[in-house]
């Protein structure tokens, strides 16, 4: 499955598939992204961050990848699991002060079992 | 470390009246941030800090008022409490280009 878009989009999968979340991003300078999971009732929680020089990241069952080109932004989740039911937020650093980040709406994955 | 806490976890408030919402962090993080998030939306900025005695508006502080008086504490203060502040709050503190959350705060303005 495929979401595109900051207007709270909802992906929904089946419980094994890989799931991909994007995001465009408006800074071209930012020096890095980060990708939050927000569980229901919880606060955001950091999944994985990579830096502008950087194409991709991998992380555990998560890739990140960056096009600069674009300014586009995507979180892979492999073999998807109930438990990654939740909103994904990207968020970038603020141009004019670089520890206040700038958020995305966020995009609800569920996950069907 | 307990991380970042906040209370209370619910609140119900009546137009007009005030209250605090209390955050702590224990990991001496120097930037603290306070953020709404409305009912299937992102987040706002209220207002973050910088350091003790040190902080600034965000993207929607009107209507709220925070101090900090000690690295550890970043209370927010709602002084008229308005049925448009019915929300979850958030409280966050900043560490190598990441933000750790604190559990959030949810409020209801009747």
């Known amino acids: 499955g495929e979401s595109v878009g900051l207007h709270l989009p909802t992906l929904s999968v089946q419980e094994g598939d890989n799931s991909i979340i994007n995001c465009a991003y408006s800074n071209s300078a930012s020096d890095y992204f980060i990708w939050y999971k927000q569980e229901s009732g919880k606060g955001p929680q950091f999944i994985i961050d990579?830096?502008?020089n950087m194409d991709k990241r991998q992380g555990q069952r998560v890739t990140v990848l960056l096009n600069k080109t674009v300014k586009h932004l995507s979180l892979q989740i492999a073999a998807t699991q109930p438990g990654d039911s939740a909103v994904y937020f990207c968020a970038e650093p603020d141009a004019g002060n670089n520890r206040k980040l700038i958020w995305g709406l966020g995009t609800s994955l569920a996950v069907n079992p | 470390n307990a991380g970042v806490t906040q209370t209370p976890k619910f609140r119900i408030l009546k137009i007009g009246q005030s209250m605090t919402l209390q955050c702590t962090q224990d990991?001496?993080?120097?930037?603290m941030y306070w953020y709404r998030q409305d009912p299937g939306m992102g987040l706002k900025l209220i207002y973050y800090s910088v350091g003790a005695g040190i902080t600034d508006k965000g993207e929607v502080p009107n209507g709220y008022n925070v101090s900090r008086s000690t690295t550890e504490d970043f209370p927010l203060r709602l002084e008229l409490a308005a049925p448009s502040q019915t929300s979850v709050y958030f409280c966050a503190s900043w560490m190598r280009e990441t933000q750790y959350f604190g559990p959030g705060t949810r409020l209801l303005v009747l």
């Open positions: 990991m001496n993080h120097n930037y």
């Open positions: 990579i830096r502008s």
